[in-house]
Structure formats: C-alpha cells, structure tokens
C-alpha cells in the first residue's frame, strides 16, 4: 500500500532576545494514508481482473485441444468411416457368412431360415385348431416351393449341412402326409425326427 507524503505549512512562534515574539512560517511533512475507500477501489479491480483471467482460460481451454485428444477424435472418426464402408458392402454382397464360418448366398440362407421357422411353425401347431393349422400348414408350402424351386440340387448349397437336412425334414413330412392323408395328425415320433433335423438345419445356417 503507496503511501503519500504532503507539505502543509505551520506556524511556529519564536522567540528572539528582544522579548518580541514574531511568527515565522515554517514547513512540516506529515504523511498523508491513503483512504479506505480507495483502498476497497484497487482491491475491487485486483479481484474483478484476476476472475476475468479466470474466466477467459476456462471458457479458451475447451477449445484448445491437445495433440493426444486430436488423435483419438481422428481415429474415432476413422473407425466410423470405416463401418459405414463395411455395413454398404454387405448390403450390396451377394453372400453371407454363416454362423459355421461358412460363406453362403444371401438368399439361400434367407430362403433356408424361413423353411425353418415356418415348417417348425406348422409342426407344432394344433390340428384341433382348423383354421390356425391351415394358416400355417400354407404357409410352410409356401416357403418349401421356394426353397425348392430355387435351390433344389443346385451345387453351390447341396453339400451344406443345412441343405441336407432341410431336404430330410420335408422327405420325411411329404412321406407322412402321402400315407396318412392331409389332414392327419403328426405321430410324435415323426414330429420330433423333424424338429430335430430342422434345429440341426438352423445351427449351420
């Protein structure tokens, strides 16, 4: 804290031989402190400047980022770029790999999944319940005639497992069905043999 020094004169009497007092002006320093007010005034503008600087370094930081935080958005955005390659890629490829690691045409596994679901469909179902049954017996022939009309000894597929054993479930319905008529209730003998063959056929696909 400054301190200022001010001049003010004094009067001063002195006494001389001639038992005549005369007064003489004389200088005295007296220091002068500076006031409280102006005092709180600096200290005012000490703390608003230092919490400016403060402010101005937090909302700045945000926006200078490091050379490490700029390499990991770099690679992040290169993983993204990269998947969305990847994802139209396997949109336009024909083929599919499998969940034996196999790479099979995409429409074969579609055409393959769905006798699986609609034939298990119709193999559970309930031939007390007409109209239920019906739906889903249709459906299944619907899938089969596509399976077959598309895929049947084609030489791509014949070998894969899932394509044997698919072949084996509808031999084993359309035998079944031949000899007891169509709308003959499913021995559970014969409805389990195919449930099996159609959960082998699923594992591969």
């Given at each position: 804290?400054?301190?200022?020094?001010?001049?003010?004169?004094?009067?001063?009497?002195?006494?001389?031989?001639?038992?005549?007092?005369?007064?003489?002006?004389?200088?005295?320093?007296?220091?002068?402190?500076?006031?409280?007010?102006?005092?709180?005034?600096?200290?005012?503008?000490?703390?608003?400047?230092?919490?400016?600087?403060?402010?101005?370094?937090?909302?700045?930081?945000?926006?200078?980022?490091s050379p490490a935080w700029?390499?990991?958005?770099?690679?992040?955005?290169?993983?993204k770029d990269e998947t969305?390659?990847?994802?139209?890629?396997?949109?336009?490829?024909?083929?599919?790999?499998?969940?034996?690691?196999?790479?099979?045409?995409?429409?074969?596994?579609?055409?393959?999944?769905?006798?699986?679901?609609?034939?298990?469909?119709?193999?559970?179902?309930?031939?007390?319940?007409?109209?239920k049954f019906r739906r889903?017996?249709?459906?299944?022939?619907?899938?089969?005639?596509?399976?077959?009309?598309?895929?049947?000894?084609?030489?791509?597929?014949?070998?894969?497992?899932?394509?044997?054993?698919?072949?084996?479930?509808?031999?084993?319905?359309?035998?079944?069905?031949?000899?007891?008529?169509?709308?003959?209730?499913?021995?559970?003998?014969?409805?389990?043999?195919?449930?099996?063959?159609?959960?082998?056929?699923?594992?591969?696909?």
């Amino acid at each position: 804290m400054g301190v200022s020094v001010a001049l003010s004169p004094a009067v001063v009497c002195v006494e001389k031989h001639g038992g005549l007092n005369k007064y003489k002006p004389e200088f005295r320093s007296r220091a002068v402190l500076p006031s409280k007010k102006t005092s709180l005034h600096r200290r005012h503008v000490l703390v608003c400047g230092g919490a400016s600087l403060v402010t101005i370094l937090t909302l700045n930081w945000p926006l200078t980022s490091s050379p490490a935080w700029a390499a990991e958005e770099s690679t992040s955005q290169a993983d993204k770029d990269e998947t969305v390659v990847d994802a139209i890629k396997s949109l336009f490829d024909p083929d599919e790999k499998t969940k034996s690691g196999k790479v099979l045409p995409k429409a074969y596994l579609k055409s393959a999944r769905e006798v699986v679901k609609t034939l298990r469909e119709s193999v559970n179902e309930d031939p007390k319940d007409n109209a239920k049954f019906r739906r889903t017996a249709d459906a299944a022939k619907a899938s089969i005639r596509d399976y077959l009309g598309n895929w049947r000894g084609n030489q791509i597929v014949v070998k894969e497992e899932s394509y044997v054993m698919l072949e084996k479930a509808i031999r084993s319905l359309a035998s079944f069905y031949s000899k007891a008529g169509p709308s003959a209730a499913l021995p559970e003998e014969v409805k389990s043999d195919i449930l099996y063959d159609l959960n082998t056929a699923e594992e591969s696909l």
